[in-house]
């Protein structure tokens, strides 16, 4: 990562867990500066992660190679479009994370010839384990692709998605999953407690069954019929389980929550072009 110079436009949550997963994986601190308007939120990353920090985000990209935009959605054209100059300039790929904002909409606000890509992560990248959809426009040369990759796996896995829109999905399935998961959890314990379980112990259960089925489904091929198959034997309580879910619907239930998602996530990309 010694050619990469780096700005990241916010310095919120993700632009936050992207400089930590790149300080961790042996980016230097001096390869990186962080437009950030909030005085606050400047003198905390310059103090724990010992980067630069200005409130001039023309300045904070002169140098870049790769500018990645990590601001509110709503915010992205106010903070794009008066750095049209500077990155007609410097020309660096800008990799952007904000959500729902279309790669054209990007592209004219940066102005015309600059490398536009666009990533959706999700909210487990802040502990490192992050899962990403990237997609590029056709004419976006390989190595640019490569070093956009290479920037989303500093936090968790990353995926290629042929479309723009597939990043409708991948909100929907992995950036609002955690959420499902979470609600399953909350449900585990809360059914736990109803059968007699002390609540805290039903929450701890809940949340350790939460963690290891995740590293168990990581740390596999990813075969999840397979995994699932191994958890649930002939005539067992696991079998007992999933024949009520599966009874109720649970598939098809599962396929609307993600559908409505993805609906709702291409709802909110039109109103923000």
Request: charged share 20%; with cysteine.
């Amino acid at each position: 990562m010694s050619h990469i110079e780096l700005t990241v436009l916010g310095g919120g949550n993700m632009g936050r867990a992207l400089i930590g997963g790149l300080l961790r994986h042996g980016m230097r601190a001096g390869q990186i500066t962080v437009g950030e308007s909030k005085e606050a939120a400047r003198t905390a990353l310059s103090a724990e992660l010992g980067i630069a920090a200005t409130a001039d985000n023309a300045a904070a990209i002169r140098n870049a190679n790769l500018v990645v935009l990590a601001v509110k959605p709503q915010d992205v054209r106010s903070v794009l479009a008066p750095l049209a100059p500077e990155l007609q300039r410097r020309r660096p790929l800008v990799l952007s994370v904000a959500a729902g904002v279309r790669v054209a909409a990007l592209q004219a606000w940066c102005g015309p010839d600059i490398p536009v890509m666009r990533a959706m992560p999700n909210r487990p990248a802040l502990a490192g384990a992050g899962a990403t959809g990237i997609y590029a426009p056709a004419h976006i040369d390989p190595a640019l692709r490569a070093l956009a990759a290479q920037i989303m796996q500093s936090v968790g896995e990353v995926v290629w998605v042929a479309t723009e829109d597939a990043l409708d999905v991948v909100t929907a399935l992995s950036g609002s999953g955690p959420a499902y998961f979470f609600l399953l959890a909350e449900c585990l314990a809360q059914a736990g407690v109803e059968l007699g379980l002390e609540p805290e112990t039903a929450r701890r259960l809940s949340v350790a069954t939460l963690h290891g089925a995740g590293l168990l489904a990581h740390g596999s091929d990813g075969d999840l019929v397979r995994l699932r198959a191994e958890v649930t034997s002939k005539g067992g309580t696991t079998e007992a389980a999933l024949r009520v879910l599966q009874g109720a619907g649970f598939n098809e239930l599962i396929a609307r929550a993600v559908t409505a998602a993805a609906r709702r996530a291409a709802e909110l990309a039109e109103q923000l072009q």
